[in-house]
C-alpha cells in the first residue's frame, strides 16, 4: 500500500501553531543570546508557538539594525515551487481547525452524557 507524500504546503496546513503564526505573525520572547556576533549587540527571538527563531544584530551606537536571520522549524518556510498560500488562506485554515476542535470537543462531551 503506498503512503500519499504530501506537500510541504499541506503539511504546514496540518500543523495549527504554524498556521496561527502564518495568519497572527510570531509570539516573541527574547532568548538568552549564545553567539555574539563581532558587527554588534544581538536580540535572539524565539516564538513561543512555533520555535521560529529571529537573530537580529544592532550598530552599537546608532541601535540600527544591521542584519536580520530567521531559523525555521521543519516545514514552516516554503521555497522554490511549493505553493504559497495568501494570508487570507491561512485565516480560512485556522478557522477550520478551530472548528475542528469544537466539533471534537462537543462529541466528547456528548459521549460523556451518553454513558
Ligand atoms: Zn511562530
Redesign the pocket.
Known amino acids: 500500500m503506498g503512503t500519499v507524500k504530501l506537500t510541504t504546503t499541506e503539511r504546514l496546513l496540518q500543523r495549527e501553531?504554524y498556521v496561527?503564526?502564518r495568519t497572527l505573525l510570531?509570539?516573541w520572547d527574547d532568548i538568552p543570546v549564545t553567539e555574539p556576533h563581532a558587527d554588534g549587540p544581538s536580540m535572539w527571538l524565539r516564538?513561543v508557538?512555533?520555535?521560529?527563531q529571529r537573530h537580529d544584530v544592532f550598530d552599537a551606537y546608532t541601535g540600527e539594525l544591521l542584519h536580520r536571520i530567521y531559523l525555521y522549524p521543519d516545514d514552516y518556510s516554503l521555497a522554490g515551487d511549493e505553493y504559497v498560500p495568501t494570508r487570507a488562506e491561512f485565516r480560512l485554515r485556522l478557522f477550520d481547525l478551530a472548528q475542528t476542535l469544537h466539533d471534537r470537543r462537543q462529541r466528547r462531551n456528548g459521549g460523556k452524557l451518553a454513558s
Open positions: 501553531e496561527r503564526c510570531h509570539a516564538c508557538r512555533c520555535t521560529t
